[in-house]
């Protein structure tokens, strides 16, 4: 079945740049997304990506898509630790209402 | 102010007893869903439900049951619940698919803490 993988933790130093990676299987995806998660919250749509698309900039953030290796990355710039929450990657379809998230990627940024 | 609201926020139950977990949402959006979050695993979809008196099973439909007899409401039952039904529940709506509303944009209520024993 479909699947969306994602390292469990990364941790970078307030003012670098952090890359979250995500990796799906479902070669039929329409609309990929980052959502995030902070403590005791419920999930906020951070950006999304068509899947005819490469590139998204949106401010910080910069999503990059590989469909040939079915990679998706999400880049924030000049991290703050504001940033510090749980990153989640998704895939859903043109047409249903089926979506599929990955495991999450906690993120620490260290003052 | 546009919500997903859900209750109860906390709920501490025992094997066998049934519940419902409420769901509602202001913003008239057709698609909910209700998701599991277990570490580990992310965010598991458990049924949805593209419109009034439509619903599918997700990944995990397993030990639950939904009903939407209204567009606004969409409340989870687990009709015998089970310890590893012990998970963060949320409920998340969405506008249906249209080339002119931002229809990808999936909105979330604040979540369910459940505890079977």
């Known amino acids: 079945g479909e699947d969306v993988e994602q390292s469990l933790f990364l941790s970078v130093r307030e003012g670098d740049s952090s890359v979250i990676n995500c990796t799906y299987t479902?070669?039929?995806?329409?609309?990929l997304y980052w959502y995030k998660q902070e403590p005791g919250a419920g999930l906020q749509l951070l950006t999304y990506?068509?899947?005819?698309?490469d590139m998204k900039q949106d401010q910080r953030l910069t999503v990059l898509l590989n469909k040939k290796d079915k990679h998706l990355s999400l880049r924030i710039a000049d991290t703050q630790t504001g940033d510090s929450a749980i990153y989640f990657c998704?895939?859903?379809?043109?047409?249903?209402?089926?979506?599929?998230f990955g495991t999450g990627t906690r993120l620490k940024v260290l003052a | 102010e546009a919500q997903v609201t859900q209750n109860p926020r906390y709920l501490i139950t025992v094997t066998g007893k049934k519940l419902t977990v409420t769901c509602s949402q202001n913003?008239?959006?057709?698609?909910m869903s209700w998701y599991r979050q277990d570490p580990g695993l992310g965010l598991r979809q458990i049924y949805y439900?593209?419109?009034?008196?439509?619903?599918d099973k997700g990944d995990v439909p397993e030990g639950y049951k939904v009903s939407r007899k209204e567009k606004r409401n969409f409340p989870l039952i687990l009709e015998s619940p089970s310890p590893n039904q012990t998970s963060l529940y949320f409920c998340?709506?969405?506008?249906?698919?249209?080339?002119?509303?931002?229809?990808?944009?999936?909105?979330f209520g604040p979540g369910t803490r459940l505890t079977v024993t």
């Open positions: 998340a709506s969405r506008l249906r698919e249209s080339s002119i509303s931002r229809s990808y944009e999936q909105y």
């Open positions: 439900s593209m419109n009034v008196e439509v619903t």
């Open positions: 479902d070669s039929s995806s329409t609309y």
């Open positions: 913003m008239n959006h057709e698609y």
């Open positions: 990506i068509f899947s005819n698309m």
């Open positions: 998704a895939e859903s379809q043109s047409g249903t209402y089926k979506y599929i």
